[in-house]
């Protein structure tokens, strides 16, 4: 059974930057495409970085150019790395597999003066 573990998250000001990780244990970590999603308090998940297999990527309109995911099969992780962040990030962050699997416990991003 895939276990999905998130890490990175926290207390940011506006126009900062985090890095969030994603552990995935188990094998054949490099055959699946790979996201990060979100949730925002009172609204749906929702997809914003997406990786395939061969590292093609792609973004929500509204991370476009601030966040890039990344991954390191060696290490079975996926990245995300936010930039110039904005208080509408603010949302709990979870990566899976694209199509999505178990949902790990995600990490919480608050970005807040």
């Known amino acids: 059974q895939v276990q999905l573990v998130e890490s990175g998250g926290g207390l940011v000001q506006p126009g900062g930057s985090l890095r969030l990780s994603c552990a995935a244990s188990g094998s054949s970590f490099s055959i699946y495409h790979m996201g990060w999603y979100r949730q925002a308090p009172g609204k749906q998940r929702e997809l914003v970085a997406a990786i395939t297999r061969d590292d093609s990527t792609s973004y929500a309109d509204s991370v476009k150019g601030r966040f890039t995911i990344s991954r390191d099969n060696a290490k079975n992780t996926v990245y995300l790395q936010m930039n110039s962040l904005k208080a509408e990030d603010t949302a709990v962050y979870y990566c899976?597999?694209?199509?999505?699997?178990?949902w790990g416990q995600g990490t919480q991003v608050t970005v807040s003066s």
């Open positions: 899976n597999r694209i199509p999505s699997i178990e």
